[in-house]
């Protein structure tokens, strides 16, 4: 991949296509859409980063969650950041 000046992303041509196509289904430009998509799965990322780190100190404590705690939690917070982003 080669590099691009700051605030600018250089992507494959295969990835381009994929994001343009996209960004035409759902009616937005490009440009626009690849910003959303991408805050969106950096805060994603970020929040597996702390349940990770959370869940393993935790385990580390000796204290559970069950799993339809974690899945309500998870949709919870995905809900609050949609409504955020609104």
Same mark, same amino acid.
């Given at each position: 991949m080669e #590099?691009?000046?700051?605030?600018? /992303?250089v992507l494959t041509p295969?990835?381009?296509?994929? /994001?343009? +196509?996209? +960004?035409?289904? +759902?009616g937005e430009p490009a440009?626009?859409?690849a910003a959303a998509l991408l805050a969106e799965a /950096?805060?994603?990322?970020?929040d597996v980063l702390m349940g990770i780190e959370r869940g393993l100190a935790a385990a580390a404590a000796?204290?559970?969650m069950d799993f339809e705690a974690?899945?309500? =939690?998870?949709? +919870? #917070?995905? =809900?609050?950041?949609t409504a955020t982003a609104a």
């Open positions: #590099k691009a000046a700051d605030g600018i /992303l295969e990835t381009n296509t994929r /994001l343009r +196509a996209m +960004a035409a289904r +759902a440009e626009d859409f /950096l805060a994603d990322y970020e000796g204290e559970e974690f899945v309500a =939690q998870r949709q +919870a #917070k995905r =809900q609050q950041r």
